[in-house]
């Protein structure tokens, strides 16, 4: 049992450039949420989804699309990376209806864009 | 925006004695929670607490809400070297969603 695994781990991206992040869980859970973290601020909420295909927006949705085809895996897409876009990414996931509200989390991407 | 501020940003102690953390939120919320982050690591769940609920306690974890001033705290007891991380708050609303304050930095000496 991996629990949220996040690849990759580190990127270093140029100004314009796209890459997807893939969070994948293998705990059977209905929710799942990206977040991103920025030096010395706790987490803020990107997208989320509440089942396989589903999405909706966060706190700072802009520049970012996602897609949860599977229920297992939620992608995150940056379309054309920009620097204010360098930050520390986390995926988390939870099980509804039981435990809806436990959040568990993956290792992180480190994301540098110059 | 986040949810609210922490206090402190950081706090440093010896090992063995008590490390209180407040918390304050700004909108309505369901639940609150607190999680801790080693550095580098991902969020570890701690302990959640109702908004119907006014303490709650797991461990060496106690908690406590009031929903009337919109705090909460977090207090943990004989603080071990180990305890040594970064400790978020974060107000639960629909789907589960969490808004996180900016963390109290804990820093206990062995």
């Known amino acids: 049992n991996a629990g949220v695994t996040q690849t990759p781990k580190f990127r270093v991206l140029k100004t314009g450039q796209s890459m997807t992040l893939l969070c994948a869980q293998d705990?059977?859970?209905?929710?799942m949420y990206w977040y991103r973290q920025d030096p010395g601020m706790g987490l803020r909420l990107i997208h989320y989804s509440v089942g396989e295909g589903t999405t909706a927006k966060g706190e700072v949705p802009d520049g970012y699309n996602v897609s949860r085809l599977k229920k297992q895996n939620f992608l995150l897409g940056l379309e054309s990376a920009a620097p204010s876009q360098t930050s520390v990414y986390f995926c988390?996931?939870?099980?509804?209806?039981?435990?809806?509200?436990?959040?568990?989390f993956g290792p992180g991407t480190r994301l540098t864009v110059t | 925006s986040q949810q609210g501020e922490e206090d402190p940003q950081a706090l440093s102690i010896q090992e063995g004695e008590n490390a209180t953390m407040n918390c304050s939120y700004k909108?309505?919320?369901?639940?609150l929670q607190w999680y801790r982050q080693n550095s580098g690591r991902g969020l570890v769940h701690l302990i959640l607490i109702r908004s119907n609920e006014r303490e709650k306690h797991s461990g060496r974890l106690r908690v406590t809400l009031d929903t009337s001033k919109k705090s909460s705290s977090l207090l943990i007891t004989a603080s071990r070297a180990a305890d040594t991380a970064s400790y978020f708050c974060a107000g639960g609303t629909s789907y589960g969603k969490l808004t996180f304050g900016q963390g109290t930095i804990l820093t206990v000496h062995p």
């Open positions: 988390a996931s939870s099980y509804w209806p039981v435990r809806a509200y436990e959040q568990y």
């Open positions: 705990m059977n859970h209905e929710y």
């Open positions: 909108t309505s919320i369901n639940n």
